[in-house]
């Protein structure tokens, strides 16, 4: 498998001016919890979007996603959103953005690699803006802080309707730090460090398991989940008592209000308890409590199942494997822009039981599940040209 300098090179037949590694955005608890202001445990992993860009001499960018194996190109004179333009979209949302802050923008050539190049919309769209940002920044000069970078890629937000990233997740992206998670109050958007307990000293790991689902399996439900659930806070806040905070919401007040429909009840309390989960969680996971944190990661399993209905055969089917292990405390789905994702938390040294699991998975369902210990990486970074991984 090549890395990304050399298919920039096979492609635009120049090797990139600037290559910049953009870590994959991780909500591990609190994915949904935006729409009560509620609270978030995140962090970056590796397996993000690699971002490699060479200037031309014209006023012409051209993009090569990949890992999709697909291409565009556009005019930077009067750019036009187009229906088709897709994953392209962040591209021409950053540079109608620095155009409209007088920055000078020239041609340039970009291509994109990584599982985040394949994302759902909002994923794909803050990797891609954080890193053709910081490419942009890096070879025509401009100068930025990171603050400003944040702000102009969620800004360029405007340009578009369905690409729109998530402010938490451009300052995961620009503020992370190796082995340290962030917990967001989401309602001011604060933002607290703090160290993953589950080293391999600790006895206890993570481990991702990438259910291998067709893209689109589950994106289309979530999308749509997204913009009941917006509709919902927007009635519900409407008619909350001036001060009272939709994320402390008992349920008892929720299931009595007759502004919502059955529907909009299972969502709102979904949502509040994902933020719930996600305060739980910091607690355990600053005191380093497996067994307490796995049973938060199991509830929230099941409330995803049962509340939000956002899950499949095949994801029910490792969850219910996963649980039948006394080696694995709690397992999930978390969010990393990719459906299908799930994360279990278990004993060190028992990962062959886990893999056995995924190998009976793959017989049943056909799908080959990927399976990676999850540590918490850094922040976006500039890369030098000796250090591609191949991915």
């Not at 109608?96 to 050539?109: I, K």
């Not at 399976?371 to 850094?378: A, C, I, L, V």
């Amino acid at each position: 498998m090549k890395g990304i300098v050399d298919v920039h090179k096979a492609e635009y037949g120049v090797e990139p001016a600037v290559v910049v590694e953009v870590p994959q955005v991780t909500t591990l608890l609190g994915s949904f919890s935006e729409f009560c202001s509620g609270y978030a445990l995140m962090s970056t992993n590796t397996h993000g979007l690699r971002v490699a860009v060479s200037r031309r001499e014209d006023n012409q960018v051209r993009v090569l996603n990949s890992t999709k194996k697909e291409r565009k190109k556009f005019q930077l004179i009067g750019i036009r959103a187009r229906k088709e333009d897709k994953w392209c979209t962040p591209v021409k949302s950053i540079c109608q953005m620095l155009q409209a802050s007088e920055l000078e923008v020239r041609g340039f050539d970009l291509t994109i690699k990584g599982q985040s190049a394949v994302a759902d919309p909002p994923a794909i769209t803050a990797a891609i803006t954080a890193g053709l940002l910081t490419a942009l920044d890096k070879i025509n000069g401009y100068g930025m802080e990171i603050n400003s970078l944040v702000r102009m890629a969620y800004n360029s937000n405007r340009f578009s309707d369905t690409y729109r990233s998530r402010l938490r997740d451009l300052i995961t992206i620009f503020s992370s730090e190796p082995g340290k998670m962030l917990h967001f109050d989401l309602e001011t958007y604060e933002c607290t460090p703090f160290s993953y307990p589950f080293t391999p000293e600790s006895g206890v790991g993570s481990w991702f398991i990438d259910c291998s689902l067709p893209a689109d399996e589950l994106s289309e439900e979530v999308a749509i989940f997204r913009m009941e659930a917006r509709k919902a806070f927007e009635v519900l806040k409407e008619n909350l008592p001036r001060g009272t905070k939709a994320r402390n919401l008992p349920y008892k007040e929720i299931i009595q209000n007759k502004a919502l429909s059955e529907d909009w009840k299972r969502l709102i309390s979904f949502v509040i308890g994902d933020s719930a989960a996600a305060v739980k969680g910091y607690e355990h996971l600053l005191s380093g409590d497996a067994r307490q944190l796995g049973k938060v990661l199991s509830e929230e399993q099941r409330n995803i199942s049962h509340l939000a209905g956002l899950t499949s055969p095949e994801v029910d089917w490792l969850v219910k494997r996963g649980n039948e292990s006394d080696s694995i405390m709690g397992v999930t789905e978390i969010s990393v822009g990719i459906t299908g994702t799930l994360v279990a938390l278990m004993d060190r040294g028992k990962e062959q039981e886990l893999g056995e699991k995924l190998e009976e998975y793959e017989r049943i369902f056909g799908f080959k599940p990927l399976m990676r210990e999850y540590t918490p990486s850094g922040s976006i970074r500039i890369i030098p040209h000796d250090e591609y991984p191949l991915i």
